[in-house]
């Protein structure tokens, strides 16, 4: 069975204007959509990291996706 596991930095899942758990939220909603309209690891990232930048995020921002299929 696939399976993927994504980590973040605090920078993407939190800013001025998004609470640390809307932001996680706010991230695996990503990822789950992400996954699920077929994007591979890398598209899954660069997805996430698109959205942390309308945050306003004041933090580094990395984001680690791992696929096993």
């Known amino acids: ?5 994504v980590m973040v930095t605090d920078g993407v899942v939190e800013g001025p204007s ?5 932001g ?4 695996g909603t990503l990822a789950g959509a992400a996954l699920h309209d077929g ?3 890398e598209e899954t990232a660069d997805r ?3 959205a ?3 945050v306003d995020h004041l933090d580094d921002v990395a984001v ?4 096993r299929t």
């Open 64 to 67: 680690l996706v791992i696929r």
């Open 48 to 50: 996430i990291l698109d």
């Open 1 to 5: 069975k696939d399976s993927t596991l």
């Open 24 to 27: 996680l939220e706010r991230a």
């Open 39 to 41: 994007l591979n690891a």
């Open 18 to 22: 998004l609470t640390l758990e809307a």
């Open 52 to 54: 942390s930048v309308a």
